[in-house]
């Protein structure tokens, strides 16, 4: 598979706020992608444009598995007393 074939891992979709962005959206969501975030909109004087990150779901289990990693590397290294500034 090329690099022009691979899925990308976040997709941000734009477009007018009408039929075909939702359809776009719907396709991304067919593909196996799961929103990330809420919608934006803006009205750039005549129509309402859209945007819609969207991020294919191992991206979002890499993610949190890097922060528990994080987190229990800190937990190993550094005792808390439960003094100080949080």
């Given amino acids: 598979m090329s ?3 691979t899925p990308l891992t976040y997709r941000l979709i734009t477009g007018p706020d009408d039929r075909s962005f939702c359809e776009r959206i719907s396709a991304a969501l067919d593909d196996g992608y799961i ?11 005549t129509t ?8 294919l779901p191992h991206a979002v289990a890499h993610a949190d598995s890097a922060i ?8 190993e290294d550094e005792e808390f007393d439960g003094e100080g500034i949080a």
């Fill in 68 to 75: 528990a990693d994080a987190v229990l590397d800190l937990e």
């Fill in 3 to 5: 690099a022009e074939d």
């Fill in 35 to 45: 929103l990330h975030g809420g919608p934006a909109v803006t009205f750039n004087g």
């Fill in 48 to 55: 309402v444009i859209a945007a819609q990150a969207v991020i």
